[in-house]
């Protein structure tokens, strides 16, 4: 951090494993706090230029503004804008033909969050030969453990299971993997946690405030009150019927963040580990929770397919910044996606590899009990119809190699 004799912070820098280098220049406390909420605390001065500078202003002027999308994309003369963060108004420059290079993002302050930061970041991690992978991972007994899927395919669920079990936090969302496959990196950003996932770990609940616990309270005798109601006149009366609309939208309420420390007994450490096994998971419609060996080819193959859908909202933004500045393109967004392929695909190779299949949502106790067993040294394999004691729904996991 670099402050004037006045304390005015001038920059502040973030360093992802020395993969990314991101600086911000005139934060305020509030501008620095939005950005340590998104990139965790991986506060370090750069020896190197950064990749990514964000510079916050008081004003962001945008006379002559054109819309792309109404209140949300918009450019002029001087360049493309992003108009809404996490669905509030806000005024940030975007320069789409630096990602890869050293993209500026210039924020008007107030902003809520950056908006694309997290994408940006990831994706520039692919000129150092870092491919980005939404997943979690953890350290459980000296084995670097690797956890991958759909978005709430079950990650989470996972790392939640073997924290309470003494593993070591190493990130959650998005994971670095390096080409030849020897480290994984996490970006220490807040766990997000459901209340379901809250009533089955105790020891965490305690530490949400009181605030969210009378919230979740609340919900849930709400909802049960709309379950009791039975059908007839009563369910079709003006109160209820508005009761039934707001449901989902309350249910959307019930999960809290938390800080990596306040879920991992022994807090976060270096955030970093190498990835000797891998679990892509897979939700079900069965009871049973099922592990089984895969080629870890495909896993790779089909998180493609993910990574490319997570980065989908900065991909339709480019397009929208491309309909702003017909003719203009970034050759590194363009061949991102065949770049992932090729990297993951190394990062990858030869990998012990297996597939969970689960209920949603589950018992994170059975899913500890169904992966352990294959959570072991490398080069140690799952004994083919090996089964684990523990229960989901009255019948027992299955564990296949």
Request: hydrophobic residues 45%; positive net charge; proline residues 7%.
């Amino acid at each position: 951090m670099i402050a004037d004799a006045d304390a005015r912070v001038r920059h502040l820098d973030f360093d992802l494993h020395g993969v990314v280098g991101i600086r911000l220049i005139d934060p305020s406390p509030s501008d620095m706090a939005v950005v340590r909420r998104q990139l965790g605390l991986l506060e370090q001065p750069l020896a190197r230029d950064p990749d990514v500078v964000v510079r916050f202003v008081d004003e962001l002027p945008t006379a002559g503004l054109r819309f792309v999308e109404h209140g949300r994309t918009g450019f002029t003369d001087d360049g493309f804008f992003v108009l809404q963060s996490r669905k509030r108004a806000a005024r940030v420059r975007i320069a789409f033909d630096g990602i890869g290079d050293c993209c500026e993002i210039v924020c008007q302050r107030g902003v809520r969050s950056v908006p694309f930061l997290m994408a940006i970041v990831t994706l520039t991690a692919l000129k150092r030969d870092c491919v980005p992978l939404h997943a979690s991972a953890f350290v459980y007994q000296g084995t670097g453990v690797l956890v991958t899927g759909w978005a709430k395919g079950g990650k989470t669920e996972a790392l939640l299971a073997f924290a309470a079990r003494g593993a070591e936090y190493v990130g959650d969302e998005w994971i670095l993997l390096t080409r030849d496959g020897r480290r994984m990196y996490g970006i220490p950003e807040f766990i997000r946690l459901q209340d379901w996932h809250l009533r089955q770990l105790p020891a965490v609940q305690r530490k949400v405030g009181r605030s969210h616990r009378l919230l979740f309270q609340a919900i849930r005798g709400v909802d049960r009150l709309h379950g009791v109601v039975p059908a007839g006149r009563l369910a079709r009366s003006f109160p209820m019927k508005m009761l039934a609309e707001a449901l989902p939208a309350l249910r959307r309420q019930l999960n809290v963040q938390l800080d990596p420390a306040d879920v991992f007994p022994g807090g976060p450490r270096s955030f970093a580990a190498t990835p000797e096994k891998v679990f892509l998971m897979v939700g079900h419609d069965e009871p049973t929770i099922r592990v089984d060996g895969i080629d870890p080819q495909e896993v790779a193959r089909r998180m493609v397919a993910s990574n490319c859908y997570e980065q989908q909202p900065l991909l339709t933004t480019y397009l929208a910044y491309q309909f702003a500045f017909p003719g203009r393109r970034n050759a590194f967004i363009d061949r991102a996606p065949a770049l992932q392929a090729e990297i993951l695909a190394s990062a990858l190779a030869g990998k012990e590899a297996f597939t969970v299949r689960h209920p949603y949502p589950c018992d994170l106790g059975a899913l500890f009990e169904a992966m352990a067993p294959a959570c072991t040294v490398t080069g140690a394999t799952v004994p083919r119809d090996a089964v684990t004691p523990s229960r989901v729904a009255g019948r027992p996991s299955e564990v296949r190699a």
